[in-house]
């Protein structure tokens, strides 16, 4: 008996019919036979039938198209023979008889004797005799020159059905004429009828006539070893040659054209009536093309004897679609079907070919079951022996599948079912007799339950011990972070006073430092509010308002104001700061440790913070710009507030030509300047150098900038005086928000307006960028005096090192050697390799470069005169200057010494300038570059669209032999079709000033291949070579 709340089962599975296994493996198994078949029909339709119709159909149509290939040549020929007597007519004193070599050149042209006739037939002049020449072909193969057509008895030539029509020819184009009876020799010709030109106008006509038995023996020739037979008719269906087989079965009475063929055999009718609709189709379209001329057709049929309307219609009808594309016919062939074929005896299939330029078509006619249709009968029994086969193994495998796999796997879901709750599923043992994968199954099974019931068991004891440890495990894991938090910010606190409060403002936990100011007994200041327990004297805002903004804000909290601590023990000026507690996993901080520190232990720091003022512009410096950021991030958190920092551009070249006290007369000039022009919008400090930061309160970053550009603008306006000379200056500016939601505010200020001036920089200076989040978070203030040991080091302890960057070079200038990149790199403390831009910018400032740059020259020069095979291998190194370079004295003295003492020719280096300000340098650069190409070395410089507008003018003056560009500038190039025409322009700007065009940072083989099909000169990049301590090494 089963169970007394056992759920009814229903028979076999307790399945629906549809949901059953079995019946779901049948309609797998016609899916599946749906889909075989329809592929099997694809594929042996693609595979197997269109293959071998492709193939047979191609090669029918080859046999044919060899009978085609010789008419065409035939057709050719005589048309090239016509051609080649008309110019010779045309260009003779007499055109009727313009040489005596006519028979030769014909017999030359045609050793075959294949064309019957040639006639030169001028136009005779208003009553003058008639001077025509002909020439035809006598039994023994001679041409003999006949003129009975210059009888007057004769009718005129001029009015014959093969000389009219040529007045409508284009000249050197034949105008095939139908099959006519030539009376003196008593045989079937076909003209090749050609005008006779001379100054645009039409002297005569030139005739090569081929007799139809020629046409018949060389159409049976090629057509002899093919099966079926073949036709060839003119332009108006009109019979011309026939194979053998085909006059066999006319019975020696051939007709005339293809509806009288059609009229003889019933099953050719269709064939008759498709090509003349295809006729008739093509006249349509010709009456509807520029070519028709009705009036033409009209004149044509009075000028001709014995020449109809019709007539008239067919001939200029095969003359004007020569000239239409819109009846043009296909070249390729067209495929007829014909119906028990009397010549044949059965199905056949036709393949109609035209003949070009003669109007001409042949007909190849062939039994089905020889051509491509047989493909479809071998198609058909492929697929019904395959779909028979793909049937019964369906049939067979899906009875395995039920024997096998059905049946037991049915017998074990009827076991299955009979279970109603999880407890007693685990209690089921199935049948595992059986020696497949069934049986595996079963075992499988069997063992995962008694597994399953040990680990039910032991889930239910962990589930009760995990209850009971989760709670103390939470507890234990929020004192943990809790007490981490709270050591890691005391670390550096020990002796202040601090203590641990709760998101409510209770006290929570003291150390001793606290704890001996409050003489209170432990368990009465625990869980006490912290303004209870700690009177502060001297803040605008009680305790629990600060704590309050620690805890929204998740970040430190310092009042910039010292306050009075009261307590028994004494008053106490302290600063306040409150450190949030935030737990691993939560948003939120759970507690604050307040820090009490008092100000008797910064005496030092106040003693720095009075001294925080620049001796050269008397500005506050660093430390007072951190102050103001953090009192504004305090006092007013709601607020927006900005801040810039002004970089003054080339102030090192300045310095240079004018000493280092007016630079430091300069720098507090424009300190007073930058003063009076902020006002009362902000405050001014000098952070070193020629930085100096605005802090801009109540203004946001656009406003800021608009602000900042005007005091940019102002500055570049203003003129100094020093030394009876007037200076002046232009300063680049980066503007960025104060971020309050920062952990370190004023060092990610500094940061990203550092950003935005470098970037001002990079965009051609005087200008003003504010900082977005596409520009480097990365970039800092570099540390000059680190860099300066380093910079020194290199040069004391030789910790340079050059590279060499391999230059591509176009295919014209290959043969002037190998070019190269000679670059540096400087070895820090710990053995790094720094590039040239990181200590570059820092050695500008410190006027350290020109040092730099004679290592790099001296250094190279020894490179390059140490092996002479080497040197004659290259063509140029690229030798980088600096600025402080250009204007240097003593650097001309120093480089002919350099060039005396190693040898190497100032042909093989070529110095490149760097980006100058020529208002203010151009006194100092122009000499400079007139000394270098006296010497003989090459310059390079900034290509001209790569500045800005107002810097070009001084740089034109210049005479350089290389322009660099960077390729970045020009990203989308390959895409951009604006990009591509300034590319184009680049460098057809330099080809106009005879200079060559070097493209530099080429990291995309895309964007090389771009460049060397525009015609670069140089290319420089990743692309191209990589840089290496392997100097002139050629490995790309």
Same mark, same amino acid.
């Given at each position: ?849 020109? %040092?730099?740059? *004679? ?5 190279? $020069? !020894?490179?390059?005169?140490? =092996? +002479?095979?080497? @040197?004659? /291998? ?113 460098? %057809?700007?330099? *080809? ?5 065009? $070097? !493209?530099?940072?080429?990291? =995309? +083989?895309?964007? @090389?291949? /771009? ?26």
């Amino acid at each position: 008996m089963s169970p007394p709340n056992a759920i009814p089962i229903p028979e076999g599975s307790g399945l629906p019919w549809y949901q059953r296994l079995q019946t779901q493996f049948w309609l797998l198994f016609l899916v599946l036979m749906v889909v075989l078949g329809s592929l099997t029909y694809w594929l042996g339709l693609v595979l197997i039938r269109d293959t071998l119709s492709a193939e047979s159909f191609r090669y029918e149509t080859e046999s044919a198209r060899r009978v085609q290939t010789r008419l065409s040549a035939l057709v050719s020929q005589a048309e090239t023979l016509a051609a080649m007597i008309a110019e010779l007519a045309a260009v003779a004193g007499d055109p009727a008889n313009p040489t005596p070599a006519i028979p030769d050149m014909v017999n030359a042209a045609d050793p075959e004797g294949l064309f019957t006739g040639i006639g030169i037939w001028p136009i005779p002049a208003q009553g003058q005799p008639r001077r025509s020449q002909l020439w035809l072909r006598s039994a023994d193969g001679t041409l003999v020159a006949r003129g009975d057509y210059n009888d007057p008895r004769a009718v005129p030539y001029t009015e014959a059905a093969w000389f009219t029509p040529t007045q409508f020819t284009q000249p050197h184009r034949c105008y095939w004429s139908p099959v006519r009876r030539e009376p003196l020799i008593d045989r079937q010709l076909i003209s090749c009828s050609m005008p006779l030109m001379r100054a645009e106008r039409m002297m005569g006509v030139v005739t090569v006539a081929i007799s139809v038995n020629t046409l018949e023996s060389l159409f049976e020739e090629a057509s002899q070893d093919t099966p079926g037979y073949s036709v060839l008719i003119d332009s108006d269906h009109r019979i011309i040659a026939a194979s053998q087989r085909l006059m066999t079965a006319l019975r020696d009475q051939p007709a005339a054209n293809m509806a009288e063929l059609g009229q003889r055999y019933p099953a050719l009718s269709p064939l008759a009536l498709q090509l003349f609709d295809r006729r008739q189709a093509q006249r349509s379209a010709l009456t509807r093309s520029p070519a028709y001329d009705a009036g033409a057709i009209t004149r044509l049929a009075a000028q001709t004897r014995d020449f109809s309307r019709s007539d008239a219609e067919q001939a200029t009808a095969q003359i004007w679609s020569r000239l239409g594309a819109a009846t043009q016919s296909s070249a390729e062939p067209v495929i007829s079907h014909i119906q028990n074929d009397p010549v044949v005896g059965g199905h056949a299939n036709a393949v109609v070919f035209e003949l070009p330029r003669s109007g001409w078509t042949i007909i190849k006619v062939r039994a089905a079951q020889e051509g491509f249709s047989g493909a479809g009968y071998l198609f058909n029994q492929a697929l019904v022996l395959t779909g028979g086969g793909v049937i019964i193994a369906l049939l067979l495998i899906s009875g395995a599948l039920r024997a096998l796999v059905i049946n037991p796997l049915k017998r074990i879901a009827e076991t299955l079912a009979l279970q109603t709750d999880a407890e007693s599923s685990l209690d089921i043992v199935l049948d595992e007799s059986r020696r497949n994968e069934v049986g595996v199954i079963a075992r499988l099974y069997n063992e995962r339950t008694r597994h399953l019931r040990e680990l039910m068991d032991g889930a239910l004891s962990m589930k009760t011990k995990m209850s009971l440890e989760s709670a103390q495990r939470r507890d234990l894991e929020r004192a943990l972070d809790r007490v981490r938090a709270l050591h890691l910010t005391t670390l550096g606190a020990l002796d202040d006073a601090w203590g641990l409060l709760d998101a409510e403002g209770r006290l929570v936990q003291v150390n001793p430092a606290m704890e001996a100011r409050l003489d209170r007994r432990q368990t009465e200041r625990v869980d006490r509010m912290a303004d209870e327990v700690i009177s502060l004297q001297g803040f605008d805002q009680p305790l629990s308002h600060w704590l309050r903004q620690a805890l929204e804000r998740g970040q430190a909290v310092e009042l910039p104001e010292a306050g009075t601590w009261l307590s028994n023990s004494g008053d106490l000026p302290v600063t306040v700061h409150l450190h949030p507690v935030k737990p691993a996993l939560q948003r939120r901080a759970s507690h604050v440790v307040l820090v009490l520190r008092t100000l008797d232990r910064t005496a030092d720091a106040q003693a720095q913070a009075q001294g925080d003022l620049s001796p050269v512009s008397g500005l506050p410096g660093r430390l007072s710009a951190e102050r103001h950021v953090k009192r504004l991030l305090l006092e007013q958190a709601a607020t927006s507030h900005a801040a810039a920092l002004i970089n003054l551009d080339r102030f090192e070249a300045l310095n240079v030509l004018h000493g280092r006290t007016a630079g430091d007369e300069l720098l507090h000039r424009v300190a007073r300047h930058l003063e009076g022009a902020a006002g009362n919008f902000g405050a001014v400090y000098h952070l070193n150098g020629d930085e100096f930061l605005v802090v801009l309160e109540g203004f946001d970053a656009n406003r800021a900038q608009v602000l900042i550009s005007a005091l940019c603008a102002q500055l570049a306006k203003a003129e100094f005086r020093w030394s009876s000379k007037n200076l002046s200056l232009t300063a680049s500016a980066g503007v960025a928000d104060l971020q309050p939601d920062a952990e370190r505010p004023f060092n990610l200020l500094l940061t990203q307006v550092d950003a935005a001036c470098q970037a001002a920089k990079q965009r051609g200076r005087n200008t003003t960028v504010t900082f977005t989040p596409e520009l480097s978070r990365s970039q800092s203030l570099i540390d000059n005096t680190l860099w300066t040991r380093r910079i020194t080091a290199g040069l004391q302890e030789n910790r340079f090192h050059l590279t060499t960057q391999l230059i591509a070079s176009s295919k014209v200038l290959q043969s002037e050697g190998e070019v190269f990149d000679m670059q540096v790199a400087l070895e820090d403390e710990e053995g790094f390799w720094a590039e040239p831009s990181v200590f570059m910018p820092v050695a500008e400032r410190l006027q350290l470069s020109p %040092q730099i740059d *004679r290592w790099i020259v001296s250094q190279s $020069l !020894v490179q390059l005169g140490q =092996d +002479p095979s080497r @040197l004659a /291998a290259i063509g140029r190194v690229r030798l980088r200057l600096s600025p402080s370079t250009v204007i240097d004295p003593d650097w001309l003295t120093f480089l002919i010494d350099a060039f005396e003492t190693h040898g190497v020719p100032a042909r093989h280096i070529c110095f490149e300038l760097p980006e100058l300000d020529m208002r203010l340098s151009q006194s100092a650069v122009l000499p400079f570059c007139d000394a270098m190409r006296a010497i003989g070395c090459h310059l390079a410089g900034p290509h001209p669209l790569s500045l800005a507008a107002a810097d070009r003018s001084g740089w034109r003056h210049l005479r350089l032999d290389e322009v660099v560009l960077d390729a970045s500038s020009l990203a989308g190039l390959q895409t951009d079709a604006a990009e591509r025409l300034m590319a184009e322009q680049a460098l %057809q700007l330099a *080809r106009v000033r005879k200079q060559r065009l $070097l !493209v530099r940072n080429l990291h =995309d +083989p895309e964007m @090389l291949k /771009a460049w060397q099909l525009l015609g670069a000169d140089y290319l420089e990049g990743m692309a191209v070579a990589r840089s290496t301590p392997i100097l002139f090494n050629t490995a790309r």
